[in-house]
């Protein structure tokens, strides 16, 4: 007669119990559901376009290589005019803005000479008379932290060759005191001049004079290989980047009339600043997960965005409709003197990498980013692991060295996190939640709960009868 086996749920001290009575034990990590969901995932499970719908959203996504074609203003790529703004997360108006979003809108106003004083732009977007508010995600963009862009800001183009799909980032400021953060003293306005008037065309000559496109998929094959994450930490493809583009900078610049003292100054600002990858680093993501959009029945997420107030989702097959619930503040490390009561709530389109399989899902790769958002080195191993448990597939591009080279876990399933009420696990920067103050911190973050059964919902509603 052979040894009975007992399958154990929950409590592992019971199952400890039994293992000691020489008892073959078989360990079932489960939970129960997000209260409420039950009805909604019976009926999303029966769905006979499910289990393809998925499999064809994400295979879309990992079919896609982002390229970087260009670099131009927002005003003749995004077609932004003046006194239109895009910001990052979901919509929202006004009055409804966080400190650093209002910040950035203020600085953003100045910056094109709607008001001479960013203190004077309050009274312009209260009035809403002249200016408009739009998500960067609705114009095939993305935005870091407060996201805000205006029709002379330079961005990146991404390209999918084999659809010709583009998408959309701002250039990156620097850490501190910047824009994206919500600081708009004299020195941020200063720099992001100097962004529109030099670093901006010299990048495009530099983009348009290089024989071969730079793969922005390939750099984040390898710097996953080499300690990077791909959101907090992208010191090595930021370095590979200038490692691409550096040469047609020399030669095309100086075509192009920059000085060699121009040429010098983006060398340094480039190489000094580690998170300048991040930007070409979250529309390639976008570019993959817009591919795996619009498949009827899939319940993939396709975007996960914050404004500072709202965090919002947006899944596969139901389109442009966001599910949000109100942001929450980052637990982690603070910035000098600051601490808890001076950071915002979580804010920026950042979160596109952990939605893309990197960011907080690929720790794993990074575990020296444990050093700046807290946490410690088996938090990341276990952070990675956990992933896969809401996750559609593995990222065989992307792999994790330390775990014997598995893929990054992509493809976050509704459904899932629903079933298992683990959420997805973003780290991120933290914004003063005081307009102008910009950075004080960086730790970890999870969305909403509540924002997965309101999706799933939807996509109970979407099952045929």
Not at 107 to 118: F, K, R
Not at 279 to 294: E, H, V
Not at 447 to 455: C, G, V
């Amino acid at each position: 007669m052979s040894q009975p086996t007992v399958v154990t749920v929950g409590a592992d001290m019971f199952a400890d119990s039994v293992a000691g009575q020489a008892v073959d034990v078989e360990r079932v990590d489960w939970r129960p559901p997000m209260p409420g969901t039950e009805a909604d995932l019976a009926r999303v499970a029966i769905d006979p376009r499910r289990p393809d719908a998925n499999r064809r959203a994400v295979e879309a996504m990992l079919g896609v290589t982002a390229h970087l074609v260009d670099v131009a203003p927002a005003s003749e790529v995004l077609g932004l005019e003046k006194g239109q703004f895009l910001h990052a997360g979901p919509p929202i108006e006004w009055a409804r803005t966080s400190g650093p979003l209002r910040g950035a809108l203020m600085g953003g106003a100045a910056l094109e000479g709607l008001v001479d004083d960013p203190e004077d732009a309050a009274a312009l977007f209260e009035s809403g008379s002249s200016v408009s508010l739009e998500p960067c995600h609705h114009r095939s963009a993305v935005g870091p932290m407060a996201g805000v862009v205006t029709p002379s800001m330079w961005m990146w183009v991404l390209e999918d060759r084999a659809t010709g799909r583009r998408t959309y980032c701002s250039l990156n400021e620097g850490l501190g005191k910047v824009l994206r953060y919500g600081a708009y003293s004299p020195e941020v306005l200063t720099r992001l001049r100097w962004m529109g008037d030099v670093l901006g065309p010299l990048l495009q000559a530099a983009v348009r004079g290089t024989e071969e496109a730079t793969d922005v998929t390939g750099i984040l094959t390898q710097m996953l290989q080499m300690g990077d994450e791909a959101h907090n930490r992208n010191r090595a493809g930021t370095l590979m980047l200038l490692r691409d583009l550096s040469p047609a900078m020399v030669s095309s610049g100086s075509d192009a009339g920059f000085d060699s003292k121009d040429v010098a100054d983006v060398l340094r600002f480039v190489g000094g600043n580690d998170h300048f990858f991040l930007n070409l680093a979250m529309p390639a993501c976008k570019l993959a997960l817009d591919a795996g959009r619009d498949v009827p029945g899939s319940t993939m997420v396709v975007a996960m965005a914050r404004n500072g107030t709202d965090f919002g989702i947006q899944v596969s097959s139901t389109g442009d409709e966001w599910f949000t619930g109100p942001a929450q503040v980052a637990e982690g490390l603070f910035l000098g003197d600051y601490g808890p009561d001076d950071a915002n709530a979580d804010i920026g389109d950042s979160a596109i990498t952990e939605t893309a399989g990197i960011g907080g899902f690929a720790m794993a790769t990074a575990p020296a980013i444990v050093r700046l958002v807290g946490g410690t080195v088996p938090d990341a191993l276990a952070t990675t692991r956990r992933m896969h448990e809401i996750t559609l597939a593995e990222n065989p591009r992307w792999s994790v060295p330390v775990l014997e080279f598995m893929g990054t876990p992509t493809g976050i399933d509704v459904t899932k996190v629903c079933r298992t009420a683990i959420l997805p696990q973003i780290n991120t920067g933290m914004a003063g939640k005081v307009a102008g103050v910009g950075q004080v911190g960086a730790g970890l973050v999870t969305p909403p709960a509540e924002i997965f059964p309101k999706a799933l919902a939807a996509l109970a509603a979407q099952v045929p009868a």
